[in-house]
Structure formats: C-alpha cells, structure tokens
C-alpha cells in the first residue's frame, strides 16, 4: 500500500507538473505550490521507507497542507478563479486522501476525509465551479480514501491468515518432528535395554561380567539421559538431537560417555549438525588415542553462544607427541578447568584438524583443545566463534 500510494501521489504531481508547465509557467505560486507538495511527498516516503509504513504524523501534516491549505493559496496568491486553473491542486487531495486511509484508524480516517471534502467544496464554490465537477471530484476523494482502507483491511486479513497457517505449519512439523524423536527413542530401548534386560531375565547371559556391567552403565546413562531432557525437551531439541546421535554412535563403538545438557540455546539445523560431526570425531579420538573408556560430552549456553565440550582423563599429550600443535589461543578465548594447560585452538593432528577445526570454522565456529601429559584432553567446540 505504500507503494501504491506514492505511485498514485506520484501521477498527480505530473498532471499537476505538466498543467504548471503549460498554463501557469508565468505565476510564482503554482510553482511553489508543487514545490511544496513534492516535498511532502518526498517527507512521506522517506519515513515510509525507514519505518516501513506510513508514518501518521507525516501523512497528517500532509492532509493539512497540500490537501487543505494549498488550495485556498492557489486561489489567493496563484490567480486560480476557474476550475481549469484550480483542479490540478485539487487533484492532490486525493492521493492525500488515500494515504490517510493507509496510515489513519478509523475516527481519525473520518476527520481527515470531512476536512478534505468541506476544503475542497469551499474551493470549489470560490471558482464557480460546475456542479458536476464538484460532485465528482468529492466522489473521487471519498472513494480513493474507501478504496485504500478496503485493500489495507483486505491485505492485513490475508497477511494475519498466511501468518495463522504458517503457525499451523510449524506447530504440526514439531510435532512430527517430536513424533520421530520420540519413535526413534522407542527403537533405540527396544534394541538396548529392553535386550539386556531381556536377556538377564532369561538367564541367558551373567549380569556379573564386566562386559555386561560395562553395558547395564551405558544404558543407564542413555535412560538417565532421557529423563533429564523430558523437563525441557523444546529447548534446542535439535542440539541435543544431534549431540545424543553422536553419543549412542560412540556408545555403540564401546566408549562409556557421561552426557549432560545445560540449557544449550536453539540453533538452526546446519550448525547443531556441524557441532554433533564434530563432538562425533572427538569422542572417536577418545576411544582411539585416550587409553580410557570413559568421556564426558557437555553442552551449555552463554549469552546466546552454544558450547560444546568433550573431555576425557587419558593419557593426553605434549608439544612433542602426535596430537595438536600447541599454539596460542586467541585473544579471550579462555582456558580449560583443572587440566593443567590453557586452552588453545585446535591446530592439527590426530585427524582433528580436518574433522573438528575445519568444519567449525565452515559454520563460524571455533574449537579449542586443552591437554597435558597425563592429564587428558579437554576440547571445546564454540558457535558463534
């Protein structure tokens, strides 16, 4: 509507540019009498275009002015005594009535129209005009102004409705998406621990082997998990979708991981998957190189910023052994807790570089490594970097 209004105010101001040119190019007024009504305009669009509506007050002030005042100047100042001379200024009062039902409610939409009509018949009967063309011309104003609220109130309707079924849309695909998760649960006991108690029930197997302890921990911690996200499973699902994927995977692969969720923020999908790859590659290089079973994956927020981190007390490294480069992290970026070193971007080696770093980095992350001999590996993964 703002665009057809100043394409509407803008076919008037040529008619009244060319009448100007033609018949009155020899009078000062008419000129500063469009000089002025461009203005107003130009006024109008520039709020328009930095509030993205029409501005109330600087529609108001041209209702005020070019569609009431100028007028009576025409015929005061610019020699307007017929309607010949006098319609191109009239003509304005209806683009100026248009942009009133735009920017106006309802009351204040009715006085400015009653100002227009009463301003416009007083000039009017001032040229003697014909009666037809004043009825006319009041008809043209009072429907530019209906027109423009009908299809304001019009595309503000389908607008609310387009919002309403985009709202519908959404709520149904986190119910799927809920529905899914929640299959995907189903699946993962069914295969789990539903087999190992099962098999325990049955007698088939001795719950008193480490390997079977080693599995009743994994799972507990799977079900622990399930439990703790039930409180609070809107927040960021998809983070910890991604992230419980990653722990099953390495779950799956034999390493114990103790998992915890703190709030993490919502992000959208291409970065929870880019951090879930990442933690992924991380745990792998506990189970390879850590020479322990047990890993720690943790996931927060601060200020909007999601942090991953995975730690394990394993052997570790130094500056001469296979892993990470140990180069100075950047300006406050931080460093670990209690892991004897500080923390440092991670750089290279042990297949990090090409699985952690480089793909934070794709997204606008970061990922820092913390590690000592004989004291573990801490890596944290940042988004936003």
């Known amino acids: 509507m703002v665009i057809a209004t100043a394409l509407y105010r803008g076919s008037h101001l040529v008619a009244g540019g060319a009448v100007v040119a033609q018949h009155q190019r020899d009078r000062l007024f008419p000129?500063?009498?469009?000089?002025?009504?461009?203005?107003?305009?130009?006024?109008?669009?520039?709020?328009?275009?930095?509030?993205?509506?029409?501005?109330?007050?600087a529609v108001g002030l041209d209702v005020l002015v070019t569609g009431c005042l100028l007028p009576f100047g025409a015929y005061a100042w610019g020699g307007a005594r017929a309607q010949e001379s006098i319609a191109w200024v009239m003509l304005l009062g209806g683009s100026a009535s248009a942009m009133a039902a735009v920017a106006f409610g309802a009351r204040l939409l009715v006085v400015a129209v009653a100002l227009l009509v009463a301003t416009h018949l007083a000039g009017y009967l001032?040229?003697?005009?014909?009666?037809?063309?004043?009825?006319?011309?009041?008809?043209?104003?009072?429907?530019?102004?209906?027109?423009?609220?009908?299809?304001?109130w019009y595309l503000c309707r389908q607008g609310e409705q387009v919002d309403e079924?985009?709202?519908?849309?959404?709520?149904?695909?986190?119910?799927?998406?809920?529905?899914?998760?929640?299959?995907?649960h189903h699946n993962a006991l069914h295969d789990t621990v539903l087999a190992t108690l099962t098999a325990i029930a049955r007698g088939g197997v001795d719950a008193n082997t480490s390997v079977m302890r080693e599995r009743c921990a994994r799972e507990a911690a799977y079900l622990r998990r399930l439990v703790e996200q039930a409180d609070?499973?809107?927040?960021?699902?998809?983070?910890?979708?991604a992230l419980e994927e990653s722990v099953r995977a390495a779950e799956a692969l034999g390493l114990r991981v103790t998992a915890r969720y703190h709030e993490p923020p919502a992000v959208p999908g291409e970065i929870a998957l880019a951090m879930a790859r990442a933690a992924t590659e991380a745990l792998n290089n506990v189970r390879c190189h850590a020479g322990t079973g047990h890993a720690y994956l943790t996931a927060a927020g601060d200020s909007g910023r999601l942090i991953v981190t995975v730690v394990d007390r394993g052997r570790g490294f130094?500056?001469?052994?296979?892993?990470?480069?140990?180069?100075?992290?950047?300006?406050?970026?931080?460093?670990?807790?209690?892991?004897?070193?500080?923390?440092?971007?991670?750089?290279?080696?042990?297949?990090?570089?090409?699985?952690?770093?480089?793909r934070m980095r794709g997204v606008g992350g970061r990922a820092f490594v913390d590690s000592a001999p004989g004291e573990g590996v801490r890596v944290e993964l940042r988004w936003p970097g």
Do not use: K
């Not at 009498?33 to 203005?39: K, R």
């Not at 849309?169 to 929640?182: C, G, M, N, P, Y």
């Not at 609070?232 to 979708?241: C, K, N």
């Open 232 to 241: 609070d499973r809107e927040s960021a699902s998809g983070v910890r979708a």
């Open 126 to 152: 001032m040229v003697e005009a014909d009666a037809a063309v004043t009825g006319a011309h009041l008809n043209a104003l009072v429907f530019s102004a209906v027109v423009s609220w009908v299809l304001t």
């Open 318 to 358: 130094g500056t001469g052994s296979a892993g990470p480069r140990r180069s100075a992290a950047p300006e406050g970026s931080g460093g670990s807790e209690g892991s004897g070193g500080s923390a440092r971007p991670v750089t290279g080696g042990i297949g990090l570089d090409r699985c952690v770093y480089a």
């Open 165 to 184: 079924a985009n709202r519908r849309t959404l709520a149904a695909e986190a119910q799927r998406a809920r529905f899914a998760e929640r299959v995907a």
């Open 31 to 57: 000129w500063l009498a469009l000089v002025a009504a461009i203005a107003f305009t130009a006024l109008i669009w520039f709020m328009a275009a930095r509030h993205r509506r029409l501005v109330p007050w």
